[in-house]
């Protein structure tokens, strides 16, 4: 059995001739860069699969912020809206208790004066009642110098 493997090993010797081991080393050199090759492109496909799903994740959420954008747009305007017409309710608001100022100074004015002139309306009824009262002891004095 030794003989046979020997023998077998002696004719893969001779058969084995440089120009050969060349090309079985340029074979397996092509294989391996082959081999490299497309790995390389199988690495670069995941990777291209990867950047997509990502440019799409990124895109989704860049429709979503546009939305939301829109939706806070909307929203400022209606607060814009609100509080301008708040703004118009408190001008109409303060304009009312202005004039309600007014309305209250000329009414004390009006007390004022009513006042004023029922001071003096007492007044003249008192400055009546005395000349009545001088007249009725002119009229009695009159009639006693009469008798």
Known sequence: MYEKITNYINAVKSQ???????MLAGA????????????????ARGNYQRAVERLEQTQNELNR???LNQELKLVIERSS???????DRIARIEDYQ??????????????????RRVGEGVANNN????????????IE??????K
Do not use: P
């Not at 084995?16 to 060349?22: A, H, L, S």
């Not at 809206?81 to 703004?87: H, I, P, R, T, Y």
């Not at 202005?98 to 006042?115: F, H, K």
């Open 127 to 138: 400055r009546a009642s005395e000349l009545i009262g001088e007249s009725l002891r002119i």
């Open 65 to 67: 912020s546009r939305r």
């Open 16 to 22: 084995i001739t440089v120009k050969r081991f060349i």
């Open 98 to 115: 202005r004039r309600e100022g007014e309305g209250l100074n000329r009414l004390e004015g009006y007390q004022q004066e009513t006042g």
């Open 28 to 43: 397996l050199l092509l294989i391996i860069g082959a081999c490299q090759l497309i790995d390389g492109y199988l690495t």
């Open 141 to 146: 004095r009159v009639e006693s110098g009469n």
């Open 81 to 87: 809206e609100l509080n301008s017409q708040a703004g």
